[in-house]
């Protein structure tokens, strides 16, 4: 008797857990598919998005259910990278470009390309989100939901208390500016300096300004001459005005601001210029110290030449390599990447749209979004060049230039060693690539 | 002052009082046996059944403890690195040679030392000094109790990031207060130089600390018997005596393993650093357990897990030096 209970437990635990099982993921019997989707830069609001625009997908295409995944942001990738590696358990997915690079390299997401040949989708796209949706060998690992994208945000107030009558258009202009406001005794800072987590990203973006007349548009880190863009004699220049903005016109403790300091410093009204990305727009809207009409944001900063480039950041959705449905799940890609529901997705996390219609738009032709549009429409001026974010060594890279930029600012090194400490760097990578 | 004859009698007393506690390494506890009532024998049968009741722990312990700890391992002696796995072929202690020839190595291990001595001293000195103020009896003592040991609910994570802005200096606090009451002119950038940014995370680690030993040494102090303060005071012992002689010989079981428990977890305790300089300026506050995260950030994983065994053979190496160092003093002789 006792054994037959115990036989009976066991047997029903077995079949719960089964069932349990079965219905996260796979198919049904009535040919319903149930599809995995992990999200990556997690936050309660842009879940609550998600949700809403998988919701809309299901009333679509009642056959297809979605079940998403919402690791927090910080372990996000690495969880991603488990479940990738398992094989199994993930079907459509936010992958980054930070990530695409090692993820197409271990082989666990899938080529797109063939299953959206043909797609309605490409035509309404930017010219920028279709180049970024296809990596150097011509694979779509994703399709692009967005960009991150930098411009100047600026005190209209201070510069014009300062005699400016517009904001900079080039690097030397904001150093002249902004050293001009800077008055630490006064609380006053010029501009607020990323020298903490990040810091290569501020720092890269003058050196391609500096050299953009020679730069490879399909590698931001190269000259068309095949050397790094760190070799060029204008890097120097560009460093040399970097530290010199540091030192004559930002806070001393920005040497360890990173993204949270930056933004508070502009937004307590402390700080006349950042450099940020567009998702900063509505922080700073709702700051309580600076009103609305104290600020606005202006178009990346140009190097001498007068051209500069767009330093952009972007990520996507794609599909895992190991899923078994990836009919449906390229489907759920389409579906985000196009319409009404990219538009949203755009629009509430404050992203650089990858809609042409965009441009039309009123949401993104006024006020502090409309410089991203003037980016957008004069490619001449603001070159789109492809940024190695893919590359296998990035976070790596990203940990080193960091560090060598504190080195800098502090004194421990000096712009023209660290400049040939980067273009050692990037030159024997590329070499070991080949 | 007490004379010698005194002092020793007020010692003895102390030492017989304290080999009669229990979990104080003294005699061993008088068990009554009920009349009627025998131990059961041990049989094959009983053994069959406490393995059985044991099994799922253990096996919960195997699979989530042991295996990772182990399968982990073995990651240390392969080039195991998350950008590429299409080669994870052995290279034997290459990724051991790699962490100990890394130009930072020598200033991640400095950082550590003063990471555990600087915040491990300072907090068991104040955790004393607070755990005996607390055992006073005095008006709202559970309120100011239930304020001290209030830190250690919070994450280290998370104090890291308050005292990021603490110390920030245009929009710190720490700053802010300094110059008011005019020790400081101007505001210190104090994150930003790397050695004001050791003394900073320091700080905030000993604020973080101090609590775990005033809750340890508090329960100990209340272990001791009222009557061996009142000898002591009959015998003329003072505050200081009384301290040196009766309280911390009573406790110094306690004492002495709260200091291993803490070194331990304060050498694997990144939380607090990450949060608050993320290892920087120029690198230059990180510790073992920072340095490895940032590895792991790099996707090398065979180097992190080289480092791992390190941190985990040095902390062995110095729990059983630290056991035995300890060990002569903790047992009471007779």
Known sequence: ?434 | MPTASETTSTTQTAKTASAGASGNGGARPVRKVRPGRRKPEFTARRGFLITLFMAPAAIFVAVFTYYPMIAGSQMAFRHWNLTDLTDTSWVGLQNFRDVFADPAWGTVLSNTAIWVVGSIVPQLVIGFALALWLRRRFRFRGLYQALIFFPWAISGFLIGILFRWMFNSEFGVVSDLLQKVGLIDEPVAWLADPKTAMFAVVVANIWYGVTFFTIMILAALQSIPEELYEASALDGAGKVRTLFQITIPYIRVTLALTVLLRIIWIFNFPDLIFGMTGGGPNNETHIVTTWMIKITQQGDYGRASALGLIVVATLLVFAVFFLLATREKREVKP
Not at chain 1, 125 to 143: I, L, P, R
Not at chain 1, 176 to 182: C, G, L, R, T, V
Request: some cysteine; proline content about 5%.
């Open chain 1, 1 to 434: 008797m006792r054994r037959r209970t115990a036989a009976l437990a066991l047997g029903t635990a077995a079949t719960m857990v089964l069932t349990g099982c079965s219905s996260m993921s796979g198919s049904q019997a009535d040919g319903t598919v149930t599809l995995n989707m992990v999200e990556s830069l997690t936050n309660p609001a842009r879940t609550d998005l998600i949700k809403g625009l998988i919701a809309d997908f299901q009333k679509q295409n009642p056959k297809i259910k979605v079940n998403l995944i919402s690791p927090p942001t910080e372990q996000a990738d690495q969880k991603i990278q488990q479940m990738l590696q398992s094989g199994s358990g993930v079907d459509t997915l936010e992958v980054r470009d930070t990530t695409v690079g090692p993820w197409s390299n271990n082989g666990w997401i899938y080529d797109m390309k063939k299953d959206l040949t043909g797609w309605k989708g490409w035509e309404a796209m930017t010219e920028n989100a279709v180049k970024a949706s296809q990596d150097a060998e011509g694979k779509t690992y994703f399709v692009p939901y967005g960009f991150y994208g930098l411009s100047v945000f600026y005190r209209t107030d201070l510069i014009k208390e300062a005699g400016f009558s517009k904001p900079p258009a080039s690097w030397d202009e904001l150093l002249e500016q902004a050293s001009a406001i800077h008055d630490p005794g006064k609380r006053k800072y010029g501009y607020a300096f990323r020298g903490g987590a990040n810091a290569q990203g501020n720092a890269t973006a003058i050196i391609e300004a500096y050299v953009a007349d020679e730069i490879d548009p399909a590698d931001g880190f190269k000259l068309k001459n095949g050397k790094t863009i760190f070799s060029a004699p204008e890097a120097l220049d560009a460093m040399q005005t970097y530290l010199k903005l540091f030192k004559d016109a930002s806070p001393k403790s920005s040497v360890s601001w990173g993204y949270p300091e930056m933004v508070e410093g502009f937004s307590n009204g402390s700080t006349a210029f950042l450099l940020q990305d567009p998702e900063v727009i509505a922080t700073v809207s709702e700051s309580k110290s600076i009103k609305k009409d104290q600020w606005s944001t202006a178009p990346l900063v140009a190097g001498p030449s007068g051209k500069t480039v767009q330093p952009l950041a972007t990520a996507g959705w794609g599909v895992a390599k190991g899923s078994k449905h990836k009919k449906e799940a390229v489907e759920l890609v389409e579906f985000l990447s196009e319409g009404e529901a990219s538009t949203d997705f755009t629009k509430t996390n404050s992203l650089v749209p990858i809609l042409k219609s965009a441009a039309e738009d009123p949401f993104y032709k006024t006020g502090p979004w409309s410089s991203y549009v003037t980016m957008t429409e004069n490619p001449d001026t603001y070159l789109n060049v492809s940024q190695p974010r893919g590359v296998a060594w990035w976070a790596e890279w990203q940990q080193r230039a960091d560090a060598d930029i504190q080195k800098m600012v502090l004194g421990k090194t000096t712009p023209k060693e660290l400049l040939a400490g980067w273009d050692t760097y990037w030159t024997e990578k590329r070499q070991q690539e080949n």
